[in-house]
């Protein structure tokens, strides 16, 4: 029986667990162009390096913030659409469809989409700013504002799967709940807050904890809507990953950052997986 | 919540969804004079010539749509070669280990896989898979096992074991028992996985990014990111978002045919796992 795990235990060991290992003992090792791509074993330089590396500090910054903004958006807006689309009217499966579009699309396509929409002086945002007489906003070349611009073609292609995640909590509730609470009385509001909410929290912790990790991985998107410009300021650290290996040729390095990128990944999931424990003792419910 | 407020609500919903695309579908049919001008009022504001220079380019722009097609078609079908087997086993074996495999199979499918493609770089390297559309199919079935055999073995699960033993009095073996009465029982959740398989393996870009170089091997996602990357200022923008809208097709009437097996694949992961 134990046979039939075979394939797939092998398959996830050499794509999963392999490459991990690898990434360790590559960031025990020198193996750069400056080498000749060999590697050659450099007593913890990579990590002294990182450890002092702004740029690495930055970009992890830069995609904490990234992260913690869209997420939140995202599982707000999520909410929001999930209730919409519990509710019966007419016409809504095709409005559960229509709505799951952006999330199928590849990331890559609307990426330079989104990078016509807020062109300056050209995209649409610009160009209503100028009927209503508004000076264009260089939108995708200011430092201030550019990763708020990558933010909001994040929440508009992953918002779907978040609003679907919690849709799927909202089908779990019993409608005899609300309708005994109705029977005392008590408003929407209160139903909304007594049953809907805590009944929903598993949900909204899952669909936090994937978007969390996936939105601290993000590549594609910035990759090609800013390249992670301008000066920097939308760089992810996968991006940087990327570019270490790509652009600098330097191999040693690129996996010291992505094993560093991983713990602060893990350290992150640990911080708010205790803060939803938490949250879920405060409200008394498990 | 009253009609009047819902019929806005629904409004905005879809004009966020659909707003995005709908401009690159305007601006694929626009001339380069109205592309500035958006609202304007100009002479010559409508044209094919975008579509014409995306569907006549070298290589021509449906060669992408195809090699997607065959990296997701052989991705989906690797992946449930090797899940279903697994999914099954899972089911059937004893509490601990299916705890401790369905926690480790979470932690996978959490796992931003971005971070893998440098040592999946080097494999290709090695055993020379770089613009092999094929080999793509190996890390891309890896990558989905978590998913696959969490949904799999969900629908597993759910089937009751009655079934499984009138079968075995019946002299049915194992293959034949999963040939003939479980895989076919499964079809629904099968068909969810295949789906999800098949855009995640349409959609994935850094490792179809490094390992492909021959620009007649390109899957659609780095054959976009590449027009982007021709230059930073002066994109083609009309042609791109032809080629968006081109691109995007197949996926929406995917969206909209298999609408209820997504739906159904997504949340039954959201609801057992």
């Keep these: 029986m134990l046979l039939l795990l075979v394939p797939a235990a092998i398959l996830l060991a050499l794509v999963f667990v392999a490459p991990m290992l690898h990434y360790v003992w590559l960031s025990a090792h020198a193996n750069s162009v400056l080498t000749g791509l060999v590697p050659i074993p450099n007593q913890g330089a990579n990590w002294i390096r990182l450890v002092s590396d702004q740029r690495f500090w930055q970009d992890a910054g830069q995609t904490l913030r990234f992260t913690v903004v869209s997420v939140s958006l995202e599982v707000l807006l999520a909410l929001a659409i999930a209730l919409l689309l519990d509710q019966r009217w007419r016409g809504r499966g095709a409005a559960r469809a229509l709505t799951l579009i952006p999330w199928a699309l590849p990331t890559t396509v609307m990426a330079l989409g989104w990078r016509w929409i807020f062109n300056t002086p050209y995209g649409p945002l610009n160009q209503t700013a100028s009927l209503l007489g508004v000076a264009p906003l260089n939108i995708l070349s200011n430092p201030a504002i550019t990763w708020m611009a990558t933010v909001l073609a994040d929440v508009w292609k992953t918002t779907p799967f978040a609003a679907l995640i919690l849709l799927a909590g909202l089908q779990t509730i019993p409608t005899d709940l609300y309708e005994a609470l109705r029977l005392e009385g008590a408003s929407q509001r209160t139903c909304f807050l007594r049953i809907t909410l805590p009944l929903l929290k598993p949900y909204i912790a899952l669909a936090l904890l994937f978007r969390l990790a996936q939105a601290f991985g993000v590549f594609d998107l910035v990759q090609v809507m800013t390249g992670g410009g301008p000066a920097s300021s939308t760089e992810s650290l996968a991006l940087y990953a990327y570019i270490n290996a790509m652009r600098f040729l330097d191999f040693g390095y690129s996996a010291t950052v992505m094993i560093g990128s991983f713990i602060l990944l893990l350290l992150l999931c640990l911080i708010s997986w205790s803060f939803l424990i938490r949250l879920q003792h405060r409200t008394g419910r498990v | ?273």
Excluded at chain 2, 57 to 83: D, E, H, K, M, Q
Excluded at chain 2, 233 to 252: D, E, H, Q, R
């Design chain 2, 1 to 273: 919540m009253k009609t009047p407020t819902r019929r806005l609500l629904i409004v905005l919903l879809l004009s966020w969804s659909l707003g995005p695309l709908l401009w690159q579908l305007y601006t694929s049919f626009s001339t380069n004079e109205a592309l500035i001008t958006p609202f304007a009022n100009i002479d010559h504001r409508w044209t094919l010539n975008h579509y014409k220079d995306v569907l006549t380019g070298n290589p021509p722009f449906w060669r992408y749509l195809i090699n997607s097609l065959i990296v997701g078609a052989g991705s989906t079908i690797l992946t449930l070669c090797i899940a279903t087997p697994a999914a099954y086993a899972i089911t059937r074996s004893r509490g601990t280990i299916t705890k401790v495999v369905q926690t480790m199979l979470i932690v996978a499918a959490l796992f931003p896989y971005v971070l893998l493609f440098l040592a999946l770089l080097e494999v290709a390297r090695s055993l020379h898979l770089g613009n092999h559309l094929l080999a793509l199919t190996i890390p891309y079935a890896a990558l989905s096992q978590p998913l696959a055999i969490l949904l799999l073995s969900a629908a597993f699960r759910d089937l009751p074991i009655d079934l499984e033993d009138a079968a075995r009095l019946e002299g049915l073996g194992l293959w034949s028992r999963l040939r003939w009465v479980l895989i076919p029982l499964i079809a629904p959740a099968t068909a969810s996985t295949a789906i999800l398989v098949f855009l995640f393996a349409w959609n994935e870009y850094p490792i179809a990014l490094t390992w492909l170089s021959d620009s007649s091997l390109l899957t659609l996602p780095v054959a976009m990111a590449r027009i982007a990357g021709s230059s930073i200022y002066s994109v083609p923008y009309g042609a791109y978002a032809a080629a968006t809208v081109l691109g995007s097709i197949p996926l929406i009437a995917l969206v909209l045919i298999f609408q209820k097996s997504i739906v159904s694949g997504l949340t039954s992961g959201a609801v057992k796992g």
